[in-house]
């Protein structure tokens, strides 16, 4: 758990550029094709990572919830609005506003008409609000000093966060790999956006994962598709959604 934005983003650039094709396409569109040696592509990939992750585990839970089958831009906007019901007076982090305490004294109704809006709204606006609720009672559960002393198995089966309101393993596997990037080696494998970018977008059907069978033989695929990205998956991925339009403007 000791990745340093500023220093290891463009190491983690560097080695998947070199190690998978279709990644490299993506750094050189958000370095705008700079020579990762130079000091231009450095601050362009830690800017990058940096707008990627979030402040803490509850942060990557709530935009995991509201940003969940919205494109990038419906999901920023969604966030400014979160931020400025929470209380966002305009300056620094909006995401800093985001608080469980705020979220819960939002109306649930107004929540999902006024704020999150369009798709799954209503479902949406009861899931952040369990959400919400859930890290009031128990303000440890999601944060990274319980989190940080934890393995990845133990958190993804940890019972209090799967009884939360949608949140699941996906959504675990999300919030492991964009809190703080403190695991940067994490591969959302339950993720279609990944899916579709290491499989090709017609995977579901190719591999039948309707069946058992057939979705243990995407996370075999998947595991063969980034072993090359490793010790920086969780950068491959962060990519692999960006190309999929889904982080970042």
């Not at 402040?55 to 839970?61: A, C, E």
């Not at 290491?198 to 063969?224: H, N, P, S, T, W």
């Given at each position: ?39 231009e ?8 990572v ?12 709530v ?30 982090d ?98 279609s ?56 403007d």
């Amino acid at each position: 758990n000791d990745f340093n934005v500023e220093t290891d983003a463009i190491v983690a650039f560097r080695h998947l550029a070199s190690a998978d094709g279709a990644l490299k396409a993506q750094i050189d569109l958000i370095c705008a094709n700079k020579a990762l040696d130079s000091p231009e592509a450095a601050v362009m990939a830690t800017n990058f990572v940096r707008k990627a992750v979030s402040s803490s585990p509850f942060i990557t839970l709530v935009r995991s919830i509201v940003c969940s089958r919205v494109n990038k831009t419906v999901a920023a906007n969604t966030l400014t609005n979160l931020a400025n019901a929470c209380g966002y007076d305009g300056t620094g982090d909006l995401q800093t506003s985001i608080s469980p305490q705020a979220i819960a004294a939002i109306d649930e109704d107004k929540l999902a008409t006024e704020i999150i809006k369009g798709f799954a709204c209503f479902q949406k606006a009861k899931f952040l609000r369990s959400l919400a609720q859930t890290a009031i009672d128990n303000p440890t559960l999601v944060s990274l000093e319980r989190l940080n002393v934890l393995e990845d198995r133990l958190v993804l089966e940890d019972h209090a966060l799967n009884q939360v309101n949608g949140v699941g393993p996906g959504t675990l596997l999300n919030m492991l790999m964009c809190s703080g990037c403190a695991r940067p080696d994490v591969l959302p494998y339950t993720d279609s956006l990944l899916r579709k970018f290491v499989l090709g977008d017609d995977f579901a059907k190719q591999y039948d994962i309707k069946k058992a069978e057939g979705e243990r033989a995407v996370c075999a695929k998947l595991d063969e598709e980034t072993a090359a990205w490793k010790p920086w998956r969780s950068i491959g991925a962060m990519l692999a959604f960006d190309e999929k339009n889904a982080l970042h403007d």
